[in-house]
């Protein structure tokens, strides 16, 4: 369900870039550790996916579009319930708003056109892209995709463990706004310790726009 998702969250081109990754370091771990299907590689299918299908706004607008939520919220609530939602985008949160704003049923119609406009998403005219947020999630889904590469063309038996340790540090990734950036730090951090024990794995912590090869 991975790549379907991640087709909807972005387009085709963005999946194959995910099955692209799974599949080279699933390969990797079948060829030179005779796993199949083994940690390594669904640690990077699990956590891959999860820093490609960052809920931001976009995501967020097309998630409660969605016809999953209308159904369910009709079970719960009844037929034409009316719902409110509570929102504090980190755009408005960086320009200083300290508090959610709740808006009425008028909002589906707006996440119904910023869903639509999910091309927009990394590009020049991404009007939520340039948050500090927005960015470090970019750099860090960037870095450990070519982390992942580099650890799958050193993988061996010895490196194994330590390298499926690596691939799940991003589980540890979680929550929103300042307690996500904390939350990123960390993972830079724990990273860096990790690289103690030998391997540039820091290299993997490429600016903004490197390609992943």
């Known amino acids: 369900m991975k790549i379907p998702h991640l087709i909807s969250y972005q387009d085709a081109s963005y999946a194959r870039r995910y099955a692209e990754t799974v599949a080279r370091c699933r390969a990797a771990e079948e060829a030179r550790c005779d796993l199949s299907d083994g940690p390594f590689g669904r640690a990077v299918a699990l956590q891959l996916h999860r820093l490609m299908a960052c809920k931001d706004e976009y995501e967020v607008a097309r998630l409660h579009r969605s016809p999953a939520l209308q159904a369910e919220i009709e079970e719960c609530f009844g037929t034409g319930a009316r719902v409110r939602y509570h929102l504090h985008p980190p755009l408005l949160r960086q320009m200083g708003l300290g508090h959610k704003l709740a808006v009425g049923p008028g ?15 990394e590009s020049r005219l991404d009007p939520f892209g340039h948050t500090e947020l927005r960015r470090a999630e970019r750099e860090l889904r960037d870095g450990y995709e ?6 799958s063309d050193s993988l061996d038996e010895q490196s194994h463990g330590r390298f499926v340790k690596i691939a799940q540090l991003p589980e540890e990734v979680r929550g929103y706004g300042p307690v996500k950036k904390a939350a990123i730090s960390r993972f830079w951090s724990r990273l860096e310790d990790l690289d103690a024990g030998g391997g540039p794995l820091l290299g993997a912590r490429c600016r903004e726009g490197s390609p992943a090869g």
């Open 146 to 151: 070519l982390l992942v590469r580099r650890l």
């Open 107 to 121: 909002a589906g119609v707006a996440f119904g056109v910023l869903a639509s406009l999910r091309g927009l998403r």
